[in-house]
């Protein structure tokens, strides 16, 4: 099954059911940024282009906010979460991507929303979508911590796990235990909001917890 369209729908839901200056899990963006910045990775060049080359990193938040300026009012909020919705079109290459392209960046961003006032309820994903949410973390895990010096491994609550990265130097390994999709925040920069437990040598749990805080 492909999830990024539920993921989309679930995202815009999550859009509607805040106001447009809500707060979200990205410092210094209101649910109106994370709705334009989610438009514009699929219609602009230039936010997709500033992952990769950081030179254009401050063209892409002048854009984000631009937009995302556009949607103060709520006719205008509503109208740009009803872009977010309607997502790009088919042949756009963010929607060839499909679920590799989309499906971890959907799943996050409306964890942003759900979570930016504070903690919430874990959302109840059927088990197909969280081995999905696994694999896309297996197949990006690896670059997503490649900067750090201890070692990385994943424990699911179901007690699966992967050796994500090995340790360098005099570093031992962290053990970050949680389920699928909270494992999938603290990767990405959420861990903070997300409920992972970190397990090793304290100076490693300092290391890695500096660098992804949990």
């Not at 990193?57 to 103060?72: G, K």
């Not at 392209?101 to 930016?116: M, P």
Request: a neutral charge.
């Amino acid at each position: 099954m492909t999830w990024h369209p539920l993921l989309r729908a679930q995202l815009a839901d999550a859009l509607r059911e805040v106001s447009p200056e809500a707060p979200t899990l990205c410092e210094g963006w209101q649910a109106r940024h994370v709705a334009a910045h989610v438009v514009l990775r699929e219609s602009s060049a230039t936010v997709p282009a500033a992952l990769v080359v950081p030179g254009l990193a401050s063209r892409a938040e002048s854009a984000i906010a631009a937009l995302a300026d556009t949607a103060r009012s709520e006719a205008g909020y509503r109208e740009l979460v009803d872009r977010v919705a309607a997502g790009p079109s088919r042949w756009n290459p963010v929607a060839l991507g499909g679920d590799l392209a989309n499906l971890v960046e959907l799943f996050v961003h409306g964890e942003d929303v759900r979570r930016g006032s504070g903690p919430v309820p874990a959302r109840q994903l059927d088990p197909p979508l969280v081995e999905a949410l696994w694999e896309q973390l297996l197949r990006s895990g690896g670059m997503r911590l490649r900067r750090l010096p201890v070692g990385v491994v994943l424990v699911r609550d179901d007690g699966v796990r992967t050796r994500a990265r090995k340790p360098r130097g005099d570093h031992g390994t962290v053990v970050v235990r949680g389920a699928v999709p909270e494992l999938v925040l603290w990767a990405l920069g959420r861990g903070a909001a997300s409920d992972v437990r970190l397990e090793g040598d304290p100076a490693d749990v300092s290391v890695l917890g500096a660098r992804l805080p949990a």
